[in-house]
């Protein structure tokens, strides 16, 4: 088996080998990952975080072996500044962005500048979602310039050193099922549902029955029983399925 790590700032992870296939997800500086299959100048990768698989230029990846790989799987240092800048081994400057994972940069040869987290606390989860307000929708983004719904709830579990699924599907199955909202704390994630009954959206719950989320952009919306109500359009944009109690 083989390994590596993302070098680069923000990369895209592909539904199949090719530039024009559906971005699914991102890998951020420092990420790594089990490679599963090679194909041509492309790499079919497994996420040591969330186990989400997919297509990878290999010009995107810096090798590493299996010691070094486990090693990494079990560190949490990631930045907690929205842009920060790495020192590459060549003295150039590189951004990253919030949420990469530091812990990578020694193997790389890199030198950080700039501000990591410091252990879990509940109460900074909707700093730290804070951060991300107004960064626009994008499908299998996750980063400050481009974030969907779940990215958006994993990101901010992730700089807590909490892991989260990557799909909101996939997340809704961690937790415990809150009977009502006014149990609900700040940080504790809201799932939402289609006429289908199929999981399609994830938000941070906030104080006072509000919510963050990504829809079109990271947004602040009132949320109640029956779900989100956009304050924009003066409906209900989001059918509330259950919140779930992570930490």
């Known amino acids: 088996m083989l390994y590596g790590i993302c070098p680069l700032s923000v990369v895209p992870v592909r539904a199949e080998a090719s530039d024009a296939s559906e971005m699914v997800t991102q890998l951020l500086y420092g990420d790594h990952f089990e490679i599963i299959e090679t194909k041509s100048k492309w790499?079919?990768?497994?996420?040591?975080?969330?186990?989400?698989?997919?297509?990878?230029?290999?010009?995107q990846a810096f090798e590493i072996d299996e010691t070094t790989f486990?090693?990494?799987k079990e560190k949490h240092l990631y930045s907690t500044d929205l842009l920060s800048l790495m020192t590459t081994s060549t003295g150039h400057l590189m951004p990253v962005c919030i949420g990469s994972a530091i812990h990578s940069s020694?193997?790389?040869n890199h030198q950080f500048d700039g501000a990591t987290n410091e252990g879990f606390s509940k109460s900074e989860l909707v700093d730290t979602a804070m951060l991300y307000l107004n960064s626009p929708y994008l499908w299998g983004g996750k980063s400050p310039f481009g974030i969907d719904c779940s990215g958006f709830s994993q990101m901010v579990y992730k700089i807590s050193g909490i892991r989260l699924y990557r799909d909101a599907f996939q997340q809704a199955k961690?937790?415990?099922?809150?009977?009502?909202?006014?149990?609900?704390?700040?940080?504790?994630?809201a799932f939402f549902d289609n006429d289908e009954g199929r999981i399609i959206h994830v938000g941070i719950m906030m104080k006072d029955n509000y919510i963050i989320h990504a829809h079109g952009h990271v947004r602040?919306?009132?949320?109640?029983?029956?779900?989100?109500?956009n304050t924009d359009t003066g409906r209900y944009s989001h059918n509330l399925r259950v919140i779930k109690k992570i930490v």
């Open 174 to 189: 961690q937790g415990q099922a809150l009977s009502f909202i006014e149990e609900s704390e700040p940080g504790d994630l």
């Open 220 to 229: 602040i919306d009132r949320i109640d029983h029956s779900g989100i109500f």
């Open 43 to 59: 790499i079919k990768i497994r996420i040591a975080f969330d186990g989400y698989e997919g297509w990878l230029d290999k010009k």
């Open 106 to 108: 020694k193997k790389l």
């Open 70 to 72: 486990i090693a990494t």
